[in-house]
Antibody
Framework: QLQLQESGPGLVKPSETLSLTCSVS??????????WGWIRQPPGKGLEWIGS???????YYNPSLKSRLTISVDTSGNQFSLKLSSVTAADTAVYYCARAGTSGSRYSWFDPWGQGTLVTVSS | DIQMTQSPSTLSASVGGTVTIACRASQSISSWLAWYQQRPGKPPKLLIYTASSLESGVPSRFSGSGSGTQFTLTISSLQPDDFATYYCQQYDSLITFGQGTRLEIK
């Protein structure tokens, strides 16, 4: 059964870079040819797609975050990562990683999801 | 960008009842729409994809319909576990979510 697990600091200072990793188990990132995504949810609010990456490294970003965002994949480590620079309090959210629902489609539904990790931006 | 608007924002219903949640896209997205259920403190759970395809393991009480710009999620014979927040998501161009509909017990 495919499982995803987010990890990274729970507290980041304003203007610094938020870095998270999603570890995948029960399946291979490189072998499955799916897109892998990041989604976030500010406390008490709705869901926002951050971006998605293919096993080959091709990435697609939310235009509203693109200038601050880097998503990368490590196929040997079976994980993918998110870096968001120059963070502010508005970036405080639960960050989820997830797999796209259909093989090869850069835009898709997501299933399964990780449990999520809360990142707070505060000094 | 494609905007997704859900209505209503909050819905009250009784166990055993039937509810319908609407989702409207700002432009045509064909059938590239998914529905999720989210309980507090949990990740979203996929219910429906491609507007009307039921995800494996999801009860048949959940159904989706629509195409183009207008979509609905219908839940019949409401069970206590169904009281949660529901989101639609388009994946025709980039990815955007609706703002959510909170289903409360009446």
């Amino acid at each position: 059964q495919l499982q995803l697990q987010e990890s990274g600091p729970g507290l980041v200072k304003p203007s610094e870079t938020l870095s998270l990793t999603c570890s995948v188990s029960g399946g291979s990132i490189s072998g499955s040819k799916y897109y892998w995504g990041w989604i976030r949810q500010p406390p008490g609010k709705g869901l926002e797609w951050i971006g998605s990456i293919y096993y080959s490294g091709s990435a697609y970003y939310n235009p509203s975050l693109k200038s601050r965002l880097t998503i990368s994949v490590d196929t040997s480590g079976n994980q993918f990562s998110l870096k968001l620079s120059s963070v502010t309090a508005a970036d405080t959210a639960v960050y989820y990683c997830a797999r796209a629902g259909t093989s090869g489609s850069r835009y898709s539904w997501f299933d399964p999801w990780g449990q999520g990790t809360l990142v707070t931006v505060s000094s | 960008d494609i905007q997704m608007t859900q209505s209503p924002s909050t819905l009250s219903a009784s166990v055993g009842g039937t509810v319908t949640i609407a989702c409207r896209a700002s432009q045509s997205i064909s059938s590239w729409l998914a529905w999720y259920q989210q309980r507090p403190g949990k990740p979203p759970k996929l219910l429906i994809y491609t507007a009307s395809s039921l995800e494996s393991g999801v009860p048949s009480r959940f159904s989706g319909s629509g195409s183009g710009t207008q979509f609905t999620l219908t839940i019949s014979s409401l069970q206590p576990d169904d009281f949660a927040t529901y989101y639609c998501q388009q994946y025709d161009s980039l990815i955007t979510f609706g703002q959510g509909t909170r289903l409360e017990i009446k």
